[in-house]
């Protein structure tokens, strides 16, 4: 009866230990999902702030082109 008790035992321990480990992987895996929308989230905002830096870059060169054609404009008079 001692060994069947000790077999029981040593099952109980490997199930509690085999539920520990578990926990931890699927504990793993929500921090790298929440990490990872996170991580998306900053590509996203710095795509945008990309964009909206482009469009100044764009607006003013259009304006330094226009003056540049006034000016030439006006020395052609």
Do not use: F
């Amino acid at each position: 009866m001692k060994s069947q008790r000790s077999v029981s035992m040593r099952q109980l321990i490997a199930v509690l230990a085999v539920g520990a480990l578990a926990g931890c992987g699927a504990e793993t895996a929500t921090t790298a999902a929440t990490g990872a929308a996170i991580k998306k989230q900053e590509a996203e905002e710095g795509q945008k702030t990309l964009e909206q830096v482009q469009q100044k870059i764009d607006r003013a060169m259009n304006q330094t082109q226009q003056r540049a054609r006034q000016d030439a404009g006006s020395d052609a008079r």
